[in-house]
T-cell receptor, first 115, second 111 residues
Framework: GAGVSQSPSNKVTEKGKDVELRCDPI?????LYWYRQSLGQGLEFLIY????????KSGLPSDRFSAERTGGSVSTLTIQRTQQEDSAVYLC?????????????FGPGTRLTVL | QKEVEQNSGPLSVPEGAIASLNCTYS??????FFWYRQYSGKSPELIMS????GDKEDGRFTAQLNKASQYVSLLIRDSQPSDSATYLC???????????FGRGTSLIVHP
């Protein structure tokens, strides 16, 4: 079946603009995660959703970042008033559940460049 | 601070050799361990997971887990140039559903 999809694949924006990044998880997966990866850096956890439970927002770096997940499926990550340090690849992953043994499958990512 | 440590490399091996990638973790209560491969400019791709002490084999890949020593390894037999990538170790610490990722080891397999 289809894997995790993300759009857009690339986004170039000007400093101060808002951006929305979209993630469509694997069908039937209840857990969804957002990460970001800066050039040459590791994966930085941002936020995770499990079913209809309140999301774990502990990784969001500032209140300019927010995310929602509608109908337990598609998720949108919004960055307001973008800054140059927000430039990174934003990765979405999903897993069947949010259990310790559940494997995560990543989407292709959105490369965000803030000029 | 719960951590997952990997040597950044690069680890350079000749084609056909065994590549050994290591990962150590700080939380003794960690329960599940994952290896991902990430080609340059691409997203991480799951290679395999391991949960119990010992070896787990899948094709040319073998994951080895030693919970007493708090390390997990990935062996790649008969390494190919196409194996050249960054390998990420991820660990689910006790009580967490959010895996902690290491920063990855860069592997170069030269012909």
């Amino acid at each position: 079946g289809a894997g995790v999809s993300q759009s857009p694949s690339n986004k170039v924006t000007e400093k101060g603009k808002d951006v929305e990044l979209r993630c469509d998880p694997i069908s039937g997966h209840t857990a969804l995660y957002w990460y970001r990866q800066s050039l040459g850096q590791g994966l930085e956890f941002l936020i995770y959703f499990q079913g209809n439970s309140a999301p774990d927002k502990s990784g969001l770096p500032s209140d300019r970042f927010s995310a929602e997940r509608t109908g337990g499926s598609v998720s949108t990550l919004t960055i307001q008033r973008t800054q140059q340090e927000d430039s990174a690849v934003y990765l979405c992953a999903s897993s069947l559940r949010a259990g310790v043994y559940d494997e995560q499958f990543f989407g292709p990512g959105t490369r965000l460049t803030v000029l | 601070q719960k951590e997952v440590e990997q040597n950044s490399g690069p680890l350079s091996v000749p084609e056909g050799a065994i590549a050994s990638l290591n990962c150590t973790y700080s939380d003794r209560g960690s329960q599940s361990f994952f290896w991902y491969r990430q080609y340059s400019g691409k997203s991480p791709e799951l290679i395999m997971s391991i949960y119990s002490n010992g070896d787990k084999e899948d094709g040319r890949f073998t994951a080895q887990l030693n919970k007493a020593s708090q390390y997990v390894s990935l062996l790649i037999r008969d390494s190919q140039p196409s194996d050249s990538a960054t390998y990420l170790c991820a660990v689910n610490m006790w009580g967490s559903y959010i895996p902690t990722f290491g920063r990855g080891t860069s592997l170069i397999v030269h012909p």
